[in-house]
């Protein structure tokens, strides 16, 4: 029997998901269900499942920052997502599987058979730790990102990109010079299009960490920006902040 945790920021993604699950295996238990990650990291390293169901695309902390989080790995990934972009490629080149949403019953069993066979060879967890390694180093990627515009593409590079802002279905990207562009992308979007130079240090804010001149914890938490912007940082977000500006 493989024991399983799924981990999704949308309630009606995890039912969707348990009954794919309950309907098409036999040989899968749920242990538990999150939409809070910091619930989820807690009961990764106390229940020790052998497969993580993980939507990368959360706010507060993604998918990337949850698995860095983790002391316990022996256990097969499998990213749930929309977004079929560079970021998850990543996760395939290393042999973990993701489903797309809406989940396919026939992807799903192919993948529990994958998970089953690790399992039997007694070699879960191998490319999870291959992965969180990876995510130590900046992603790849093409150093440049595209933005649809009415009747256009513009394509900038990452190192212009200052920060991105949340606008409901839309993010507004700051870049150099006084320039700003506004996408009708929502800001997880974006995200998952830019490496690991960029962090999410705010539901609404997605700032590039080479323009960070200060930190300030006093007087509430907020980044000054090297252009004199001071944007603020959610308490949950701050640790990871410090440490990745340490690295």
Not at 119 to 140: A, D
Not at 142 to 155: E, H, N, Q, V, W
Not at 163 to 175: A, F, Q, R, V
Not at 231 to 247: A, C, M, T, Y
């Amino acid at each position: 029997m493989i024991r399983a945790i799924i981990i999704d920021d949308e309630f009606n993604a995890i039912k969707n998901l348990k009954w794919e699950i309950e309907n098409f295996s036999n040989d899968i238990q749920i242990c538990d269900t999150f939409t809070n990650p910091l619930d989820a990291i807690s009961a990764i390293n106390y229940l020790k499942p052998d497969c993580v169901f993980l939507d990368i695309e959360m706010p507060e902390m993604d998918g990337f920052q949850l698995l860095k989080r983790l002391d316990y790995r022996d256990f097969d990934l499998i990213i749930t997502t929309a977004y079929d972009n560079y970021a998850i490629k990543a996760f395939k080149e290393h042999a973990v599987d993701y489903l797309l949403k809406p989940i396919d019953s026939d992807d799903l069993s192919q993948t529990l058979d994958r998970v089953q066979k690790n399992k039997e060879r007694n070699i879960l967890g191998e490319e999870v730790k291959k992965i969180i390694e990876n995510l130590s180093s900046p992603l790849r990627s093409s150093k440049r990102l595209a933005l649809p515009l009415i009747g256009k593409t513009i394509f900038v590079e990452l190192d212009d990109i200052i920060y991105c802002k949340s606008d409901g279905n839309y993010t507004e990207i700051y870049l150099t010079n006084d320039q700003k562009e506004t996408v009708s992308k929502k800001l997880k979007v974006i995200e998952a299009q830019l490496d690991q130079n960029f962090f999410r240090i705010h539901n609404s804010y997605l700032v590039n960490l080479n323009t960070i001149k200060e930190v300030v914890t006093t007087d509430g938490n907020h980044v000054i920006l090297k252009n004199g912007i001071n944007i603020p940082v959610s308490r949950s977000n701050k640790g990871e902040l410090l440490q990745r500006l340490k690295q």
